[in-house]
């Protein structure tokens, strides 16, 4: 024995591969994704979708008690799935982990819908082995690749909130909160039934309770019915808000709103059949649990199958027993849970346990822990320097001189991200720029680590090409970031000092066609952009709305001050907020840029609304035929799918 007692942590990272016009479509056939490893080796591999006896064990695993071999059948085909890929070093690292009496950790990651309608807890180990989940002290968690918006302040540590329709019966009300009042009690967290017990459970009463911000919910505990709706959906059952009334069954897209404003919560434990179940693979609708995690909280627990009752007991009563008291960590809670499931009972409530929740989360893997104390006031947090390079090397970074108050008394990190290597002889292949868009997008990856992080202020700056640039605003979304343009005069990445004299106007022109979906958005800003170039790849009947932003005196260095940069992102965000409205026949918005970094990257940052229509960013080159070679969809690259056409 090793004595190392640290979890030996694994994960599989998935992106579609095979073009598909709908990424929510139901796959009929074959399925080829990338597969990123534990130690970021990738490989490639097909799942064969529609194959009949997949879909018929698929079926079977819905039935009340499933029969021993449809699970057995299920984990043999992940296990081909993964045959022949570097998963191999996985299982090898998961027997010495069990070896040496270490937890196991394994995230299961994916872009990809369908993929989540896989029981990955079932997957057979190296043959002759049994499935994952039944390792003796092994976590299975599911995250999303892109992070929600993150919190600008820690969340407390609040009540735990119990809830229960009152008109849906035989739910085992009794038998859960004897559980959690025992846990509060034997380790002194206050647990009041008058207070911290919610029924009835209607929409307005729960959202109302989520949202009190004098009493916070760290740990809402839903215990109701659940099942699929008529439109395929799977959902939940809360009271009506008429009294009288049957209960309403609402699928995730109708909850969603309900939780909009819980900015406390911790973990959301779903004791409901199927509330872990997005119904079939590929749904536009995703499971309740899903949607919870993508929204922002922190930790989900729900079930893919039904749950049973004698399952729903023991999984409250092992969960805030060990959440409250002994290890406090939710990973080992979850593992022991399962662990006692497995041995104690006839059901497969077992292998129907899912997780959601993020890799090394301290808000959802300690959620009764309270957060770390926050710095001491006059403190400054890191200033972290974002150098993006592309098409260029960066030599030289922002400093002091640039931006007096905002280096003073700072710690200052770097963070490159570098597509030099792979794209800085512009020879264009649609494999190589996917590569280098994904290097961005990882949710692994420098650049998105360094948005997810707390307390730091970020800096951007470099010479990437004008889709990178405004994908990587895309990405920070509302983050507050300082970009800095280069100066060419001064050799140096700076801004003019601030003044009351006004800029030159962004003058925008519009023209609309009788045909077409697309707006075509041109942007004369560092030079002219040409009509007759956007025409090679995006022809005029395919255009219904004609776009020109431009400066009456255009050229390399116009943009001279910060605020004239973000100033002329707003304004065309305004502007299509308006032209987009007015045109609802519009289905995607095509820019060709002339632009420099700094509006590139601001626009970015405007374009991601929910109410945005796909965005292509082309990248322009002088020398090429046609001159715009490539173009950039942005929400497909956001979410991992593939995002990029070579013209």
Not at 175 to 182: C, D, F, T
Not at 379 to 398: N, Q
Not at 467 to 496: M, S
Request: proline fraction near 8%; glycine fraction near 6%; charge should be neutral.
């Amino acid at each position: 024995m090793s004595g190392n007692s640290s979890p030996r942590k694994v994960s599989l990272s998935f992106s579609l591969l095979t073009r598909i016009q709908d990424p929510h479509e139901v796959p009929t056939g074959p399925r080829e994704y990338r597969i990123e490893h534990t130690d970021r080796d990738e490989s490639r591999a097909t799942f064969p979708w529609g194959e009949p006896e997949f879909v018929q064990a698929m079926a079977d695993l819905e039935k009340p008690i499933p029969d021993s071999n449809v699970f057995a059948r299920l984990g043999k085909y992940l296990q081909d799935f993964l045959h022949g890929t570097p998963w191999a070093k996985d299982e090898d690292r998961i027997n010495q982990a069990c070896k040496a009496g270490r937890p196991i950790h394994v995230t299961i990651r994916s872009n990809a819908p369908e993929l989540y309608y896989l029981p990955w807890e079932l997957l057979k180990l190296k043959p002759g082995g049994g499935p994952l989940v039944e390792l003796p002290d092994c976590c299975i968690r599911y995250e999303w690749p892109q992070r929600p918006p993150e919190d600008e302040l820690p969340r407390p540590v609040g009540r735990i909130l119990v809830a229960v329709p009152a008109t849906d019966g035989a739910l085992p009300i009794a038998g859960h909160l004897k559980a959690i009042a025992e846990a509060c009690r034997k380790e002194r967290f206050e647990f009041d039934l008058d207070r911290d017990v919610l029924s009835p459970v209607t929409r307005t009463s729960l959202a109302n309770a989520l949202s009190d911000t004098a009493r916070p919910v760290t740990a809402l505990h839903l215990l109701c019915h659940g099942g699929v709706k008529p439109n395929g959906a799977y959902g939940l059952r809360l009271d009506s808000l008429k009294k009288g009334h049957p209960p309403e069954h609402l699928d995730s897209e109708e909850l969603r709103p309900l939780f909009r404003d819980a900015r406390s919560l911790r973990l959301v434990t779903l004791c409901a059949c199927q509330s872990g179940d997005a119904g079939r693979p590929g749904p536009l609708v995703g499971s309740v649990a899903q949607m919870l995690n993508r929204q922002g909280v922190p930790a989900v627990i729900a079930s893919r199958m039904p749950l049973s009752t004698e399952g729903s007991n023991l999984l409250t009563e092992t969960l805030y027993a060990e959440l409250l008291g002994s290890s406090k960590d939710l990973c080992k809670a979850f593992s022991i849970a399962r662990r006692r499931l497995h041995i104690e009972q006839r059901h497969k409530d077992w292998a129907s346990l899912q997780l959601y929740a993020r890799e090394d989360d301290a808000a959802a893997l300690r959620p009764f822990v309270a957060p770390p104390a926050p710095p001491p006031p006059g403190t400054r947090g890191d200033l972290v320097l974002i150098r993006h390079e592309a098409y260029a090397k960066a030599d030289t970074a922002p400093d002091a001189p640039d931006a007096p108050e905002l280096f003073l008394n700072r710690t200052v990190r770097e963070v490159p991200i570098d597509h030099t290597r792979a794209l800085e002889g512009r020879d264009w292949s649609r494999e190589k720029l996917e590569a280098e868009v994904r290097q961005l997008v990882s949710s692994r990856g420098r650049f998105r680590r360094a948005l997810s992080e707390r307390g730091s202020e970020l800096v951007y700056f470099g010479f990437p090409f004008v889709p990178l640039a405004v994908l990587a605003g895309y990405l920070a979304k509302t983050r507050p970031v300082h970009v800095f343009e280069y100066d060419r005069d001064k050799k140096r990445f700076t801004w003019e000092a601030e003044s009351s004299a006004p800029f030159p106007p962004l003058i925008i022109e519009d023209q609309r066609h009788e045909s077409g979906t697309a707006a075509r958005l041109r942007l004369s800003i560092s030079a002219t952009v040409r009509l007759e170039d956007c025409r090679e790849v995006l022809k005029d009947e395919e255009v219904r709305l004609d776009l020109h932003g431009r400066l009456e005196s255009f050229g390399r260095g116009v943009i001279r001050r910060k605020s004239q940069a973000q100033a002329y992102a707003q304004q065309l965000r305004q502007m299509l907020d308006v032209q987009l409205t007015s045109n609802p026949d519009v289905r995607s918005v095509h820019i060709f840029a002339a632009v420099p970094v700094s509006i590139a990257f601001h626009l970015g940052q405007e374009l991601n609304t929910t109410w945005m229509r796909p965005c292509y960013v082309y990248n322009f080159e002088q020398e090429k035929t046609p001159r715009y070679k490539w173009r950039l969809c942005l929400r497909a690259a956001a979410d991992g799918q593939p995002s990029v056409d070579v013209f």
